[in-house]
């Protein structure tokens, strides 16, 4: 109702020259609230897939040992979600743009509430890889929908902040999966996995009933012309009204609808443009210079973010620890929840600073230190396999790389491809655009998964970090090369960013240049306008 009271004044029609970086640093006092607590509502999704990924690294023990399956049943038990949740994650860019994203995040909430009572009352091996497929479907809607409702709520100064969150309840439902894994560690084996996995149906009920509460992505609002919708969530997730009339005279452009529109309008827009068709042709049958380059960089930084073995690292810890010389079980899920703690914690650091130093050199400083983890990792357990006799030094740099390594990712690599791939998008590319670098992040988690013990049984597990070190090595370099810094964009200026691939900085140099030119010639206009 407050919102009736708002300034109801008409953009103007003029063309209005969008500034090379028209937003300020966030100021905590002026944090936007709502928009917060949009953002977290919607974020909390990702902790599905971060309970699932958690709870399986100690309930495999028990798996295996109550419905008597071999290591490469185990594999492709814990591997195969990402798999199915390529599914979830490639209808949920189609789904998102035809019933909006407020109502995907309730539908992901549903699918995972239904594989996670499917996986509780699970009888054998078979009927518990159909309940992994059906939460599969619901943890890959998930996955895509969080950042990008987050990322078309936020206002730009926040916007990394916010966006960063779904990674930060990803390493919180790990914490979570892991301190099951112990809590319910104590009951007999037939009861115990099946409490760990079936707990997880509570976090999907509260997630339901709490997106109820939350308004729908403004932008999709703009894309099926409803502009007085859009414009009541903007006056409401915006720092200022007068960013509110810019960022949806900006939506507005993006979406080809008149400036001249009024707000309280209900505008006619094609089907192509409301529901999302065309989206994979322009993607990639005839993509601009600009979409290429953004599609390259969206898809590679979550496939280097999973190919780098982080995943190995956070579900196989238990093995890693046993290698190591920790035997007890106990003993192993208590190192474990170091290890989600460790996370959770770095990721938290990551959220405060991604908008401080921006996204760049984040990533940057976070795939350097996983190289020097993945390597001390691979040399501590190295040595231990060719040692005839217990060492405690290695013991201990295996430990310490461990969580080094968590720590290093979860301050970079985990959030930033998250934050990065949801705000370079178009608008009109954006759902499905994400969908992809989604899908790409699940595949290739799906096949660290699926491969990682029979590749250190081929390799030796120190073979196989090294592998994963040799791929961090290149992570970084593709990181350097080809991504541009997004700090402070809106996401409608983001486009103009792309389109030059490794010459990408002579476009920001060529960018603020001209910045600078138009700031100039205001500044005289408005000097000789003065008497």
């Not at 607590?37 to 909390?44: F, G, K, N, T, V």
């Not at 609808?257 to 309280?264: A, L, R, S, T, V």
Request: with cysteine.
């Amino acid at each position: 109702m407050e919102n009736q009271n708002l300034d109801k004044s008409v953009i103007s029609d003029q063309p209005r020259e969008i500034p090379f970086q028209e937003s300020v640093p966030c100021k905590k006092s002026k944090r936007n609230k709502y928009a917060f607590a949009c953002s977290l509502l919607a974020s909390m999704t990702s902790v599905l897939l971060g309970y699932d990924t958690g709870v399986m690294s100690g309930a495999v023990i028990y798996i295996k040992e109550d419905l008597k399956i071999s290591d490469v049943q185990i594999e492709i038990l814990v591997g195969t979600i990402n798999i199915y949740s390529l599914v979830g994650a490639a209808l949920a860019g189609r789904t998102s743009d035809w019933i909006g994203r407020r109502y995907t995040i309730i539908f992901a909430s549903a699918i995972f509430f239904a594989g996670a009572i499917l996986m509780g009352f699970a009888t054998n091996y078979g009927f518990l890889m159909f309940g992994r497929f059906v939460a599969g479907i619901g943890v890959g809607y998930a996955l895509m929908i969080a950042p990008v409702y987050t990322a078309e709520v936020a206002p730009a100064s926040c916007r990394g902040f916010f966006t960063s969150f779904p990674e930060v309840f990803i390493n919180g439902g790990v914490l979570l999966g892991y301190v099951s894994n112990y809590a319910f560690s104590k009951l007999p084996t037939k009861l115990a996995w099946r409490f760990m996995l079936g707990i997880g149906v509570i976090p999907s009920v509260f997630l339901a009933l709490g997106v109820l509460a939350m308004p729908e992505s403004p932008r999709w609002l703009v894309m099926q012309g409803r502009l007085g919708d859009a414009k009541r969530v903007l006056d409401r997730t915006s720092d200022t009204l007068e960013e509110s009339k810019m960022r949806l005279a900006d939506i507005k452009e993006a979406a080809g609808i008149p400036q001249d529109c009024q707000d309280d309008n209900i505008v006619s827009v094609t089907r192509r443009s409301s529901h999302g068709e065309g989206v994979w042709r322009e993607l990639f049958l005839h993509p601009t210079p600009a979409v290429l380059h953004i599609l390259i960089a969206g898809i590679g930084i979550h496939f280097f973010q999973q190919a780098s073995g982080i995943d190995a690292v956070v579900l196989y810890s238990p093995r890693i620890y046993e290698k190591a010389g920790i035997t007890k079980d106990n003993d192993r899920l208590l190192a474990t929840i170091a290890v989600g703690c460790m996370k959770t914690f770095f990721i938290l650091v990551a959220t405060f600073l991604v908008d401080k130093v921006g996204r760049r050199v984040l990533l940057l400083s976070s795939c350097g230190g996983m190289i020097l983890s993945l390597l001390g990792l691979a040399t501590g357990l190295t040595i231990i396999d060719h040692s005839d006799h217990k060492l405690k030094w290695a013991i201990v740099l295996c430990i310490c790389t461990t969580l080094s390594s968590v720590a290093f990712f979860s301050i970079g690599m985990g959030p930033i491809a998250w934050v990065y791939s949801s705000e370079i998008f178009p608008l009109r590319l954006r759902a499905q655009g994400c969908s992809i670098g989604v899908a790409v992040n699940r595949a290739m988690s799906g096949a660290i998964l699926m491969t990682f013990i029979s590749l250190y049984k081929a390799i030796s597990i120190g073979g196989a970090f090294f592998l994963y070190t040799g791929i961090a090595v290149i992570a970084w370099i593709f990181f350097y090369t080809l991504l541009p810094e997004t700090q402070g964009r809106t996401l409608e200026e983001m486009e103009e960013l792309f389109g030059t691939f490794f010459k990408w900085r002579s476009t920001m140099k060529e960018l603020k240049k001209n910045k600078v030119e138009s700031d100039g010639s205001a500044q005289v206009q408005m000097g000789n306008s003065q008497p």
